[in-house]
């Protein structure tokens, strides 16, 4: 079996799929490892450590693409590269699926195998292969340094010589992976910290940590498919903004973490609530890739509104190349254990549910009935 690591080709991604500790892991394994000539060369992994450690630096891209088993990928993969792809190769990567739907039909097309690791299951067996929650704990690290470098104010309380200095207030929508990290961090510099989430069952977590649980009681399932927050109605939606806008006035950085796989983000912030907020607070905007759970993000810009700073950031994994590749890369390590038998053959077990939830595509079909629903939405819109 070959596995190719391949070069990330956008301008704004730095990782790199497998690194070199983990891949010297599956070259003892009996795995033969390539990677393209410098695709760790942005999160600080050269050519000359991967070849330490057993894996093979291929300079010719085509040849690469062309005879792996196997091509390990981030994300944002692009239509064009698909023709790069060898018929029935296998393709592991962050897809997109549900927003992109027509990559999927043309690795379809291509007679690709490709799994998306956006659709691993969210089970206690599959948390070692979750790289949608390795990744947003790095994104909710980083957020909170964000708003602490961007605010024009301390974060810990200070008992100086010139007198006390309060602790900043923080606010944190949605207390899922990202969330509970920024909950945490923010703690840890030594913030006031509240959080609201629509799925009071995360109440405790948010208070073990620390911070005060915003409690907006609604009347509608708020839970989706996979433990992820459920898109809610209008009605909930303005009721949820009305509770939360007497919290956002009184913060000094608000963050936002709300989003629906496949939609659009979720308003939790509107222009009027930011008017309303201290001249010098700052709203860090991790949905902004999605349009953002403030109105008045614009994605991968600052803004400065009302005397408010909006920072709408985009890929932050990115912006922290070396941890971001390393457990990213375990993630795929552990999926590749259920691919693989001892011998190091190559083996898809479609009756094991994380092969099952996370193949998107096989044998020229779309597997996955969300990809279809949401290609078909698509297609009529």
């Excluded at 083996?347 to 996955?368: K, M, Q, Y």
């Amino acid at each position: 079996m070959k596995i190719a690591i391949a070069k990330e080709i956008q301008v704004d991604e730095r990782r790199v799929a497998l690194v070199p500790e983990v891949a010297a892991k599956l070259v003892k394994q009996g795995i033969e490892v390539w990677v393209e000539a410098g695709a760790g060369e942005r999160a600080f992994f050269s050519d000359a450590t991967y070849e330490e450690v057993g894996v093979k630096v291929i300079g010719d891209t085509a040849t690469l693409w062309r005879d792996a088993d196997i091509v390990l990928k981030v994300g944002n993969f692009e239509e064009s590269e698909v023709d790069k792809l060898r018929e029935g190769s296998i393709l592991i990567a962050f897809l997109n699926p549900l927003g992109d739907p027509g990559l999927v039909q043309k690795l379809s097309e291509r007679k690709v195998t490709a799994f998306s690791m956006e659709m691993i299951p969210r089970t206690s067996r599959a948390q070692s292969m979750d790289a949608l929650s390795s990744q947003a704990n790095l994104a909710g690290y980083k957020s909170v340094l964000i708003a602490a470098a961007t605010l024009p104010k301390y974060f810990p309380m200070l008992t100086t010589a010139a007198g006390t200095i309060r602790p900043a207030k923080v606010l944190v929508m949605g207390a899922g992976v990202a969330g509970l990290q920024a909950i945490a961090t923010a703690r840890r510099l030594g913030a006031v910290v509240e959080a609201f989430d629509i799925r009071p069952e995360v109440k405790e977590q948010v208070q073990s940590l620390g911070a005060k649980f915003v409690d907006v009681t609604l009347e509608e399932d708020t839970v989706a498919e996979g433990g992820y927050a459920k898109e809610l109605s209008e009605k909930a939606k303005q009721h949820t903004r009305e509770v939360l806008t007497a919290h956002v006035a009184a913060s000094d950085v608000v963050i936002t973490t709300a989003q629906v796989p496949g939609r659009k983000a979720p308003i939790l912030v509107t222009e009027e609530m930011v008017t309303q907020m201290k001249p010098g607070a700052v709203v860090v905007d991790l949905a902004a890739s999605q349009g953002g759970n403030c109105e008045c993000t614009e994605a991968g810009k600052d803004v400065l509104k009302h005397g408010v700073t909006i920072v709408g950031p985009i890929n932050l994994p990115s912006s922290m190349p070396v941890h971001a590749s390393e457990v990213y890369a375990k993630n795929l390590s552990a999926l590749l254990k259920l691919m693989a038998t001892t011998e190091g053959e190559l083996t898809l077990n479609f009756e094991d549910d994380i092969i099952d939830g996370a193949c998107v595509t096989h044998n020229g079909e779309i597997r996955s009935q969300r990809v279809k629903d949401a290609l078909g939405v698509a297609v009529t819109q």
